[in-house]
């Protein structure tokens, strides 16, 4: 049997506040814990009363996991057990442990984005930290309307949202805190995003844009036509997409995003744009990064940031009136895919969509050659 209670100790000084501490009886042995509480006698009952509830929930917790696991406990043990608690559960300190090991296990792409959360709840919460089981539908709500008022979309809101729950998960996983899903009331779907598309005329103009040749708006360009030449390849994996991954007139390389494995025809149109560059000197193949000495992680970053600038003013001059990204060319291969009456199956396939369940459960793995046709009459529409 476990008793808690919340004491209070009062200074020697009436002029002082006392301090406020938890009495842990087990098996008829008494433990002090402190507290950082610390108030006047005839307040000290009221002051800090949900603070010292929500502690002795903690420790009741603490007490019925270690029975639970039949591990043998005494006082000092819990004493211990909620000391630790305290230093390793904080939201912010929570949150550091997971992204430190999601870096120790390679997923650096997500770490950067449970960094970006942090960082924007951080400014939501003026830097105050709190506690895990402190995280109520109140504070998530209120996160949200904070997000809206500074502009967030909704695909946004959620994206931050849904990382937050997957923390608080892995806490409630972990038998640190209990689940009172205080995510409940606020959105975490995924809404339709704005058409990002352009049709092949346009996709013609930009080709035969007139541009000076080793120009930034040159080098926008041919990567944009690059990632649509392969099937609309992301730009993180153009930028890693290594020498080695070429052969044989085929380009075979897996999804940073999902591990899927594709392989890709390689034409003279991607021949040409690529020898118009000096050879790459590191183990890439395309002239995307090129510095053997650089962070690959922020040169990457700084390109994508570049060329999506030089893009912008290329879709000023092909009077287009969407803002044209790296990312528009991944779209505008899917529609124009789709405008050739290539079967959705083909473009799923061939795009690397393995997420898309309901194409997946009667699609088998179609032959390289059938999408590479595809692809094929694609570039000869361009």
Known sequence: MTSIKVKFRPSADAEREGAIYYQIIHDRKVRQCSTPYRAFPKEWQTRFREETRRDVERLTRIVRRMESRGTVLSADDIVEEFKLYRSRYSLFRFMESVIMNLKECGKIRTAETYTATLQSFSRFRRGRDLMLDEITPDIIQAYEAYLRVRGAVPNTTSFYMRILRAVYNRA???????????????????????????????????????????????????????????????????????????????????????????????????????????????????????????????????????????????????????????????????????TKGIP????????????????????????????DRANALIIRSV
């Not at 090129?290 to 030089?310: K, M, V, W």
């Not at 959705?344 to 999408?371: C, F, K, N, P, R």
């Open 172 to 338: 409630v996983e972990s038998e640190a805190i209990e689940q009172r899903n205080p995510f409940r009331h606020v959105y975490t779907g995924t809404e339709r995003t704005v058409k990002r598309a352009i049709p092949i005329a346009a996709i013609s103009r930009i080709k035969n844009l007139e541009l000076p040749r080793g120009s930034k708006m040159d080098f926008a360009r041919d990567m944009f036509m690059l990632s649509l030449y392969l099937r609309g390849m992301s730009f993180v994996d153009m930028a890693f997409l290594r020498k080695k991954d070429r052969a044989d007139n085929h380009v075979t390389y897996r999804r940073r995003k999902t591990g899927q494995r594709l392989d890709i025809a390689w034409t003279k149109e991607m021949q040409s744009i690529v020898e118009k560059y000096p050879p790459n000197p590191t183990q890439y193949l395309l002239p995307i990064l090129t510095n053997p000495l650089s962070d690959e992680r922020i040169a990457y970053r700084n390109r994508a940031s570049c060329i999506n600038r030089q893009l912008k003013t290329i879709a000023r001059m092909t009077n287009l009136k969407i803002p044209l990204t790296l990312y528009c060319a991944r779209h505008s291969w899917a529609s124009a895919a789709r």
């Open 344 to 371: 959705v199956s083909i473009i799923s396939e061939g795009m690397g969509h393995d997420s898309e369940a309901t194409t997946q459960i009667y699609l088998a793995s179609l032959e390289t050659s059938v999408i």
